[in-house]
């Protein structure tokens, strides 16, 4: 993948919309209001931290604008992707405010992608990709790793959390969080920094992303036992500072989910948490923990919640892989419990499950239609064990190696 980047300062701004015929200066109309802008300033950083660009970006509301590139095909799903196709071979171009990052099946395409855009447009090549929103990324023979190591070193020295000893998972198994509200109160705009800046963190760490989730929801008026939990997320992240996530090259292309629920784990409303991953062969691309909505009045009911929300991600990533000509069917989602398995495959369960509510039910006319597919997986082997509850060090280490998180020199 490469990055290539537009050269702004607030002058050179302005001389670049009127060199690229942006826009066209007229009289505004009577009775007309005029659409308010403001500049934005960024610095662009490197991934060892230093400032390599000063950039300026005018922004305005009430519109959005849209322009074609010649023999480009915009994506159905992703509107800011755009494809390239040529015999065999491919250019991939995604589009982000300013930059560009983009990557081809044949380094020619890249070469004549890069000299059409600088002849263009003002822009400079930032050459192959490293560091992008905060994400470093390292490109080897191997695969790809992408991890916030910086990030995370600047997070601890941020919250004074350098020193003290580590642990080996983000929470302990035998916690149970609720609201605590006899509790002894803390600094409530401290602790929904410190959140914040963990939520930013789980894009490249999922393995804290349930905790972080859970502590998430305790932002209004949180008390100490609330703090230690996200102080232990800290000690974990301490100890594991170099750890991102690995996707190996010439990996099968094949579609998959697994779909988790925590019945009943919250304490307050008793409602339960789903977990869900999904894969592109063993590669991990997408994943959550939320809370659900209802309160489940089963183990079964929950897990066939949790089975729909992954489905429900399962047929966006169908739609968006459609833009790379990639198709699948009859897509698995793996799931440890059999009488979920049953009521999305057997009409007459739904008898007995008449208060879930409907929108839930999609996923039976998903699998009666062979879209996805509803299979069993032993308890052992539920990848998103991780997402819906605590684990021990054993299976929480197995489960994050799986995932593809781990060490990166």
Same mark, same amino acid.
């Given at each position: ?38 500049? =934005?300033?960024?610095? %662009?950083?490197? @991934?060892?931290? &230093? +400032?390599?660009?000063? #950039?300026? !970006? ?116 035998? =916690?149970?969080?609720? %609201?605590?509200? @006899?509790?002894? &109160? +803390?600094?409530?705009? #401290?602790? !929904? ?131 790379? #000509? ?84």
């Amino acid at each position: 993948m490469t990055h290539i980047g537009f050269k702004p300062c607030k002058k050179e701004e302005l001389n670049q919309f009127e060199r690229n015929k942006v826009w066209e200066l007229v009289q505004r109309p009577t009775h007309q209001n005029v659409i308010g802008t403001k500049w =934005v300033f960024r610095n %662009k950083m490197n @991934k060892e931290g &230093s +400032v390599v660009r000063h #950039k300026a !970006r005018l922004e305005a509301k009430g519109y959005c604008q849209e322009e074609g590139i010649n023999g480009f095909i915009r994506g159905k799903v992703d509107t800011t992707l755009f494809v390239f196709e040529k015999g065999q071979d491919c250019l991939l171009v995604q589009i982000y405010v300013d930059d560009i990052i983009f990557g081809a099946t044949n380094d020619s395409l890249c070469k004549k992608f890069s000299k059409l855009m600088q002849g263009e447009f003002e822009m400079s090549m930032m050459g192959e990709l490293n560091f992008f929103l905060g994400l470093q990324i390292k490109q080897c023979q191997e695969g790809i790793y992408i991890s916030q190591s910086k990030y995370t070193k600047e997070l601890l020295k941020k919250f004074g959390i350098e020193e003290g000893r580590t642990v080996s998972t983000p929470m302990a198994t035998n =916690v149970k969080i609720d %609201k605590d509200e @006899k509790g002894k &109160s +803390v600094d409530e705009s #401290k602790y !929904r920094g410190m959140i914040g800046s963990l939520l930013y963190l789980t894009a490249s760490r999922p393995d804290i992303l349930h905790v972080v989730c859970l502590c998430a929801r305790f932002q209004s008026n949180p008390k100490e036992s609330h703090m230690s939990t996200v102080k232990r997320i800290f000690r974990y992240l301490k100890g594991t500072i170099q750890y991102g996530l690995f996707y190996p090259k010439n990996e099968k292309f094949s579609l998959k989910g697994y779909s988790d629920s925590d019945y009943v784990g919250n304490i307050d409303d008793r409602k339960s948490t789903s977990g869900s991953c999904q894969f592109l062969g063993d590669c991990l691309v997408s994943w959550f923990s939320k809370k659900q909505n209802c309160v489940s009045l089963s183990t079964a009911e929950a897990e066939y919640i949790s089975t729909a929300f992954c489905c429900t991600q399962l047929l966006w990533m169908k739609q968006t892989l459609a833009n790379y #000509k990639c198709s699948f069917e009859n897509v698995p989602i793996f799931c440890d419990n059999i009488s979920a398995i049953n009521i999305a495959r057997n009409p007459v369960h739904h008898n007995r499950t008449k208060h879930i509510e409907i929108q839930h039910h999609f996923l039976r006319d998903c699998v009666s239609k062979r879209k996805i597919e509803i299979s069993f997986v032993p308890s052992q082997d539920q990848l998103a064990d991780i997402f819906t509850k605590p684990l021990s060090s054993e299976t929480f280490a197995s489960i994050r190696a799986r995932l593809g998180i781990m060490h990166i020199e």
